[in-house]
């Protein structure tokens, strides 16, 4: 069983930045790898960006590439993403969400584990 918590999320305007923290319990986190989602009011979850369990490997939806970066410190259990240049369509509830396998997909049926989220408002 594997247990997620994000933490990070808050208020800032935009062009600001957010560094979004999911703490994970289990033996999947080392050999999974983690998506990032997010949800707007009255839109689908999306993904925004993973990486593969070693971090060798990340992908990013287009509307966040150059802006957002994932990383992750197996040591610790924990993944990163820095959020840079917020803009108000970024607000939303971020997910973390970890597979039991180690390939980034960017579709959410294929991850096993979520955790509650955490709420981005970005301000204009």
């Known amino acids: 069983q594997v247990e997620l918590v994000e933490s990070g999320g808050g208020l800032v305007q935009a062009g600001g930045s957010l560094r979004l923290a999911c703490a994970a319990s289990?033996?999947?986190?080392?050999?999974?790898?983690m998506g990032w989602f997010r949800q707007a009011p009255g839109k689908e979850r999306e993904f925004v960006i993973g990486?593969?369990?070693?971090?060798?490997?990340?992908y990013a939806t287009d509307s966040v590439k150059g802006r957002f970066t994932i990383s992750r410190d197996n040591a610790k259990t924990t993944v990163y993403l820095q959020m840079n240049s917020l803009k108000p369509e970024d607000t939303a509830l971020y997910y973390c969400?970890?597979?039991?396998?180690?390939?980034?997909?960017?579709?959410?049926?294929?991850?096993?584990?979520w955790g509650q989220g955490t709420q981005v408002t970005v301000s204009s």
């Open positions: 289990g033996r999947t986190f080392s050999s999974g790898a």
């Open positions: 990486i593969s369990w070693s971090g060798g490997n990340t």
């Open positions: 969400a970890v597979r039991t396998a180690t390939t980034v997909l960017s579709a959410a049926r294929w991850y096993d584990y």
